[in-house]
């Protein structure tokens, strides 16, 4: 596998080694050996999956609260989604930047997006599956989110008027969202 990147430490995008012939193709998803090699050394405990059957479909920008903060690896299975991460670490050199990423059944990448960061995705197919590990259960009291058109982050999403659940369509901007991860250098 080949681990890229990317604009915020901590936040990687990678690049399983592909196994492919006139059959389909063989890879692995994950290898925590493999993993713990590069340096990734999250104990995921739960993995996550779900379905967008609609293009313009928009998730997020999600995040857990700390003590159930969540690390998150994500890949799209089928179709294809615009990823994106936001640092919301406060103090951190990049708080309130973000930074978006094409993941695809095609392509294969996965994202890791650690604490202290929100995450959201938007569909760039008409269906589209999104398989996910967490390294935190998930938990209600906890749960929270960023709004996806917040103009201060000015996120360039694929679409102007997005499919939402009611959750998703009501979160607060950044400046008003309660966040408590401090970026530790």
């Known amino acids: 596998m080949k681990v890229n990147a990317t604009k915020f430490s901590g936040v990687i995008l990678i690049e399983p080694t592909v196994f492919g012939d006139q059959r389909g193709f ?57 990823d994106v991460v936001l640092d919301i670490r406060k103090g951190s050199p990049t708080y309130g930047q973000w930074q978006g990423f094409v993941l695809s059944a095609s392509n294969k990448m996965q994202l890791l997006v650690p604490r202290g960061f929100a995450h959201g995705f938007c569909t760039l197919s008409s269906y589209s599956e999104v398989q996910y590990k967490v390294d935190e259960g998930y938990s209600a009291e906890h749960d929270r989110g960023i709004a996806w058109n917040d103009p201060l982050l000015a996120i ?24 408590n991860f401090v970026y530790e250098g």
């Open 26 to 82: 063989f890879m692995e998803s994950y290898n925590q050996s493999t993993f713990n090699k590069q340096g990734i050394t999250n104990q995921f405990i739960q993995d996550n999956h779900s379905l967008s059957s609609e293009k313009g479909t928009l998730r997020g920008l999600h995040y857990q609260l700390a003590p159930k903060a969540q690390s998150k690896l994500v890949r799209a299975t089928a179709g294809e989604i615009y």
């Open 156 to 179: 360039d999403w694929p679409t102007s008027n997005p499919i939402l659940s009611d959750k998703d369509s009501r979160h607060p901007l950044l400046a008003d969202a309660e966040i």
